[in-house]
């Protein structure tokens, strides 16, 4: 069973940065797309970026292009997110995502997914 832990999440005030991480069991082979997702209270989950575990292939949402980055993290089997210029809309659980999916974007399209971290922005 392939397991999905994020790590990174917290408090911060509009405007500034954190990272998250996700350490994966497997799922990260070639055909894998390493994936996070988003929800907040009330609301879909919602895609935020995908690659592949390599790092390459990078494929992002409307609204975090130019300030969050999806990278292979720097541990094996990881894949970061940073965000930079938070802002309080981007308040959510954000929840990592491994599969092989022809179709990043759609989260029913992932095999697994892990349990998420908080982030909460402050205006």
């Known amino acids: 069973q392939v397991q999905l832990v994020e790590s990174g999440g917290g408090l911060v005030q509009a405007g500034e940065s954190l990272r998250l991480s996700c350490a994966a069991s497997?799922?990260?082979?070639?055909?894998?797309?390493g994936a996070w997702f988003r929800q907040a209270p009330g609301k879909e989950r919602e895609f935020v970026a995908a690659?592949?575990?390599?790092?390459?292939?990078?494929l992002y949402s409307d609204f975090v292009k130019g300030r969050f980055t999806i990278s292979r993290g720097n541990a094996k089997n990881t894949i970061d997110l940073q965000m930079n210029s938070l802002k309080p809309e981007d308040t959510a659980v954000y929840y990592c995502?491994?599969?092989?999916?022809?179709?990043?974007?759609?989260?029913?399209?992932?095999?697994?997914w892990g349990r998420g971290t908080q982030v909460t922005v402050s205006s």
């Open positions: 690659s592949r575990w390599s790092g390459q292939g990078t």
């Open positions: 995502a491994t599969g092989r999916t022809l179709r990043p974007q759609l989260k029913n399209t992932y095999e697994y």
């Open positions: 497997g799922g990260t082979g070639d055909t894998y797309v």
